[in-house]
């Protein structure tokens, strides 16, 4: 297997920064950001408690958006007795009532957990965390851990080496911190660099709080930019390009600082092609927007994103195995189980996912396919879990929501459609407009009917349709007149009584 090679590249601009994770030439990842438009995850505001809900043990807190956001008692850092650190109440033990903790008109210092999507605010949580490069910070916390994904074998090591320096002087100060997998080949002193560096950030929040009125944002979290220094950046990253040279020079200020090792493979990308035709992206992110992907084999996937769930449906196309009908099933699945794991990443899908691979009756080649969906899903750095296959050969999985998806971030609903996906066809549309000249017709008497259409249907009407068009106005005894109207979608019409 050919070793995984990896470029990230940025295009950046006033209005919009995009980010291509590219592996051995294929797009694996988007994210975009515009500054009109920035999440809110991470960012700690001095909140003020609006309303305390006892039934729905929530709270509603202002802090300054348009909505109210949302606490839930989960989420609530709980006081502890006989003067224990307080602590998240931990799964199986009683909680606090929220009412209890706290009451309106409180100011509280919140960070936010999950972004405003479509009608719900924000979802807050009082455990405040900040992220370094290599380690979590949990200010109210005196908790030292270690990522799970870090091999079990080397986390006492490590927990204890990270221990050590958290209570040495030379760092000071008081906390929890989390160990990130990225960290784990640090060296001490990269480590008491990265504490000194969030505890300092603790303190100028705490400052802030005191100062500032209740609604101000304390802390906010690394633009895009750099979070692709932080987050995105791993051993396997061979270069990271950017295409503006101020950006560039305040992002390698910033890396020299913070992440000497990722700011070492950042380049001025100075090309005369645009950076994102090295690769094709923008190609890639229109096709990331259908609804159809083809797989090199001739099969292909259709992808049905709903609010509730998305699906994805696998079909052979064309493709005919070299043996049997069974050989060929199993290999397209096969294919599309890598092809879907890749779509997932690169729309950024979340939530509840149905994927119906094609009917096999080989318990074996069932078995092979579900093993190599979830070795592909592996590699993604979002949370996923997969099913089996259910009774009906369905998988269902599950992928956690972290922003908003690739469509959503770029598409509105059709206005002609309302986001159904289909129209009226003009025949329809002809027979509404008839039936509507009747209603009309028994409930008003004027001069004369005149339907303002599409030039389509208006078309059909005076074709097609001209006979039944014709009967009707007999019919109803008024003349009706047809006025074409380019501006207007295929379902629109209006009759106008003359």
């Known amino acids: 297997m050919p070793s995984l090679q990896q470029d990230i590249l940025i295009n950046w601009s006033p209005q919009e920064t995009r980010v291509a994770i590219v592996e051995n030439g294929a797009v694996q990842e988007l994210h975009l950001e515009r500054p009109l438009e920035r999440g809110l995850v991470g960012n700690v505001y001095l909140g003020k408690v609006v309303r305390v809900l006892p039934g729905m043990q929530s ?104 221990q050590a320096l958290v209570g040495s002087k030379e760092t000071g100060g008081g906390g929890g911190f989390i160990l990130r997998t990225n960290g784990e080949d640090a060296t001490d002193t990269e480590l008491a660099e990265d504490i000194a560096y969030l505890r300092k950030t603790w303190a100028r929040t705490k400052q802030a709080s005191l100062k500032l009125p209740p609604k101000s944002l304390l802390l906010q979290d690394l633009d895009l930019l750099q979070r692709v220094l932080r987050d995105l950046v791993g051993e396997h990253t061979h270069t990271i390009r950017l295409d503006s040279m101020e950006q560039f020079q305040r992002l390698r200020a910033f890396g020299q600082e913070f992440m000497p090792a990722a700011a070492a493979k950042l380049q001025h990308y100075k090309g005369e ?16 927007l259908g609804r159809r992907v083809d797989l090199k084999s001739g099969g292909y996937l259709i992808i049905d994103q709903t609010e509730a769930l998305t699906t994805v449906d696998v079909n052979t196309g064309g493709f005919v195995g070299a043996r049997n009908f069974d050989d ?163 379902e629109q019409y209006d009759i106008v009584l003359l």
């Open 59 to 162: 709270a509603f807190i202002d802090i300054g958006l348009e909505r109210a956001a949302f606490l839930h008692v989960a989420d609530v850092w709980q006081r502890q007795p006989d003067g224990e650190p307080p602590a998240l109440a931990r799964k199986g033990e009683p909680l606090v009532p929220i009412e209890k903790q706290v009451f309106e008109g409180q100011t509280l210092i919140v960070q936010v957990v999950k972004d405003p999507m479509g009608t719900k605010g924000a979802r807050l949580s009082t455990q405040i965390s900040i992220a370094g490069r290599l380690l979590v910070f949990l200010p109210q916390d005196d908790h030292v851990g270690v990522s799970q994904k870090i091999p079990v074998a080397e986390r006492d090591a490590l927990r204890a080496r990270l």
């Open 328 to 490: 060929t099933i199993f290999k397209t699945n096969l294919e599309a189980a890598g092809a879907i794991a890749r779509q997932l990443r690169l729309r950024n899908l979340g939530g509840i996912i149905i994927v119906d691979f094609i009917d096999m009756v080989r318990e074996d080649h069932q078995q092979a396919v579900l093993a190599e969906f979830k070795k592909q899903l592996a590699r993604d750095r979002v949370k996923t879990m997969a099913g089996g296959f259910s009774q009906l050969g369905l998988v269902e999985m599950t992928r956690k929501r972290t922003r908003d998806s690739l469509a959503h971030m770029l598409c509105e609903p059709c206005p002609s459609c309302q986001g159904r996906g289909a129209i009226k066809t003009v025949r329809s549309v002809a027979y509404d407009i008839l039936r509507e000249i009747l209603r009309e017709a028994r409930q008003f008497h004027p001069r004369e009917f005149r339907v303002v259409a599409a030039p389509q249907v208006v078309e059909l009407l005076l074709d097609e349709e001209s006979q039944h068009l014709a009967g009707l106005s007999d019919f109803i005894g008024k003349p009706i007149s047809l006025q074409a109207e380019s501006a207007i979608g295929q």
């Open 273 to 288: 092609r645009p950076i994102f035709d090295l690769y094709s992206i923008d190609e890639e992110i229109a096709r990331a």
